[in-house]
């Protein structure tokens, strides 16, 4: 089994559509990342969450929020979906040795 | 954590070593540099990280200037395989800031 795990896989929905993204981890690991992806573009972080009671914005966090609902779990919301939104979504978890371990990757597209 | 420069691009033949540069110039003592790559929209792959000493594991080496204002990741013998594009990020927060990166492009 995965060690990082994203649900869903893809999806597609409207503008102004709440949307969450979950992504699990089976690694032990306290921290945990979003990422957004674009077309041809790198990596940009959106929140990341050091422990459970620690959540902090990233390079682009307007229009996203999220939760952090155990060790094991960080979920990423999009309270009211907008086009460029659409992007590839990555979700990352770090332990002690500074390497980070990415899931599989949400495709989101809004319409 | 500091801001890295890479190459946009670099093509590299089949079978050659792959030298790929890193510009961090403001890097401050405790960041380390980090490599991944990613393989078509997969997600990111660890590669090798380091603080001012070289580093060598099975996928490659890692070299760090002496001043710690560069870097250099070579994959020894590059495959097809190896095509991706390739991050470096300078980083002691275990925040990462990926960038752009440098697409790699192995050559048959």
């Known amino acids: 089994d995965a060690d990082v795990t994203q649900t869903p896989r893809n999806r597609i929905t409207k503008t102004g559509k709440r949307i969450m993204l979950e992504c699990s981890q089976t690694?032990?690991?306290?921290?945990m990342y979003w990422y957004r992806q674009d077309p041809g573009l790198g990596l940009r972080l959106i929140y990341y969450?050091?422990?459970?009671?620690?959540?902090n914005k990233g390079e682009i966090s307007d229009g996203y929020s999220v939760s952090r609902q155990a060790q094991a779990k960080f979920s990423l919301s999009l309270e009211s979906a907008i086009p460029n939104q659409t992007a590839l979504y990555f979700c990352a978890t770090n332990g002690r040795g500074g390497e980070q371990f990415f899931g599989p990757g949400t495709r989101l597209t809004v319409l | 954590d500091a801001k890295t420069t890479q190459p946009p691009s670099m093509d590299c033949a089949e079978g050659r070593a792959a030298n790929l540069p890193c510009n961090h110039s403001?890097?401050?003592?405790?960041?380390?540099v980090y490599w991944y790559r990613q393989i078509h929209s997969q997600g990111p792959q660890y590669i090798i990280h380091g603080l001012k000493n070289n580093e060598t594991n099975e996928m490659a080496s890692l070299i760090i200037t002496e001043d710690r204002k560069s870097s250099t990741l070579i994959l020894p013998h590059a495959t097809l395989r190896d095509t991706a594009v390739y991050y470096c990020?300078?980083?002691?927060?275990?925040?990462?800031?990926f960038g752009t990166g440098t697409r790699l492009k192995v050559l048959a």
């Open positions: 403001t890097i401050s003592g405790n960041e380390y």
């Open positions: 969450s050091f422990d459970v009671k620690d959540i």
């Open positions: 690694k032990g690991h306290d921290r």
């Open positions: 990020i300078a980083s002691g927060t275990y925040k990462y800031i």
